[in-house]
């Protein structure tokens, strides 16, 4: 990690072997190849951000706190480690095709963890959540997108950038809302329950009503 922080996501293993003080046959003993070096560092990477990313799912606040919560988070992460991301999404460093993915089980982690929650709402709320894992996995990527393209332009602040995405992300989530006659304020708490559910539904009445 110090290697890549020094020399950037084009380390070589002799910078590696000469930051940790040791010969490049001694690296071998501990690491099968250069492959197997880059899936150590890209789990680690995917730990670091997973500690960061898991307590946020279960916080509670408005929606748009919610979404802004886990946005930040990410955006932090990739900001303050950018060469190793850099160095875990561009795969230079690995020799062969590697036997697991960190990049990918990430974002199926996340994608994952994210389904759960929606679907939960979903449910809750009387809705069809059979298309939690596509508008999950879409979202994903679409962020990873995001990221990717900001840390090589930095053509705006990350508070820029997470308004953006938090703006696109809710106004899906709201489209399908409303869709289903139903109105939430994303800036209120959202705490469902029977009396919830029925005031949202009392207001979407009045609202026809008086046009």
């Known amino acids: 990690m110090r290697a890549i922080g020094k020399h950037g996501a084009d380390v070589g293993m002799d910078d590696i072997a000469a930051e940790a003080g040791v010969s490049k046959p001694v690296l071998y003993r501990h690491f099968n190849d250069k492959s197997d070096l880059y899936v150590a560092v890209g789990e680690w990477g995917a730990e670091l951000l997973m500690r960061r990313l898991r307590p946020l799912f279960h916080e509670n606040g408005s929606p748009n706190q919610r979404i802004r919560r886990l946005l930040d988070a990410y955006l932090g992460t990739i900001e303050q480690y950018p060469e190793l991301y850099r160095f875990v999404v561009q795969r230079n460093f690995a020799d062969r095709p590697v036997h697991s993915d ?22 809750l709320l009387g809705l069809d959540s059979g298309g939690v894992e596509v508008w999950s996995h879409g979202v994903v990527g679409m962020v990873q997108a995001s990221g990717d393209w900001w840390l090589d332009r930095q053509s705006m602040s990350r508070s820029d950038l997470t308004d953006y995405l938090a703006q696109i992300i809710w106004h899906a989530i709201d489209g399908v809302l409303r869709s289903a006659g139903l109105v939430i304020d994303p800036d209120e708490p959202l705490e469902i329950s029977d009396q919830g559910l029925r005031v949202v539904a009392e207001a979407e009445e009045q609202e026809a009503e008086h046009g």
Do not use: C, D, M, Q
Not at 102 to 123: D, M, Q
């Open 102 to 123: 960190p990049v990918s089980a990430e974002k199926t982690v996340i994608a994952n963890s994210l389904s759960r929650i929606l679907g939960e709402y979903l449910r």
